[in-house]
Each structure stands twice: as structure tokens, then as C-alpha cells.
């Protein structure tokens, strides 16, 4: 995260769940899962960097401006725990640095003289194709 990005403790609510996937006998002790919320707009975070969250269209964030992330890749809650706020750190970091603004552009004269020079040389060529008359 950036040094200047901080998300504090008590503004992300962690629980733990149990984990999709097969049982067994062991399923009641170690199938860990853990769910993190995180509300955008209650955040510390800077406004921009709010609002770029917000737009972004990621299936994490639900239309009331929740982030939810389950985690359960590990077998330990502790490393499903640290790999939820890590997810979510990513999520934060992408939207972190505005994007680059477009400049529009065009197209070089050379460019697009070639580019209707062809289109005029396809065209003869498919001209060409037509039937041809007076053979029965």
C-alpha cells in the first residue's frame, strides 16, 4: 500500500466462516474461511481515491459501496486473514494513482494515403471478380 494509504484496523470488519469444498472428519476443525467487509464510504480514505473505488467495476464491491472478499485458500485462519487484507490492499492500491489522461491524436498523412491507397487497390481487385459477359 502507499505510504500515504492507510487503512486502519477498525474500519474492516473480519469474521470467520467455514470454508466451501469437501468435508470429512476433519471438517469441523481446520476447513477455515474468512469474509472481510470493507464500506468505502466510511473509509479514511482520500476522496478521489474513494471515488475511483466506487466506479471501478469490480464484482468485490456490491452497489451500496462494500467491498466483500472471502478468502480461503489456506487451511489457517490466520494466513486466510492475512490474505483477505492483502486482496484488499491490491484492490485499493489499483485505484490509488489517478490515471493518465488521454491525449487525442491522429493519424499521420503518409498513413492514411496508404491506408486509401489500399482500400482503392482491393476495391479494382473485387471489381474485377464480376461475371463476365457475352459467355453462355
Known amino acids: 500500500m502507499h505510504p ?3 487503512v486502519s484496523a477498525d474500519e474492516i470488519e473480519i469474521s470467520a466462516i467455514r470454508a466451501q469444498g469437501a468435508g470429512g472428519q476433519n471438517v469441523n476443525k481446520v476447513s ?5 467487509r470493507f464500506e468505502i464510504a466510511a473509509s479514511s ?9 466506487m466506479k ?11 467491498v466483500i472478499i472471502k478468502a480461503q485458500k489456506f487451511r489457517s485462519l490466520e494466513k486466510n486473514r492475512a490474505e ?13 494513482v489517478p490515471p493518465k489522461a488521454r491525449r487525442a491524436t491522429r493519424p499521420t498523412r503518409a ?3 496508404r491506408r486509401l491507397d489500399s482500400k482503392t487497390r482491393r476495391g479494382s481487385v473485387n ?3 464480376g461475371k463476365v459477359l457475352g459467355q453462355d
Open 56 to 66: 471501478l467495476g469490480d464484482h468485490r464491491i456490491s452497489k451500496d459501496g462494500i
Open 45 to 53: 480514505l482520500p476522496e478521489e481515491v474513494r471515488q475511483r473505488l
Open 84 to 96: 483477505a487484507i492483502r486482496r484488499l490492499e491490491e484492490l485499493i492500491n489499483r485505484v490509488a
Open 4 to 6: 500515504w494509504l492507510t
Open 127 to 129: 471489381a474485377m471478380r
Open 32 to 36: 477455515n474461511a474468512v469474509h472481510l
Open 111 to 113: 498513413s492514411v494515403t
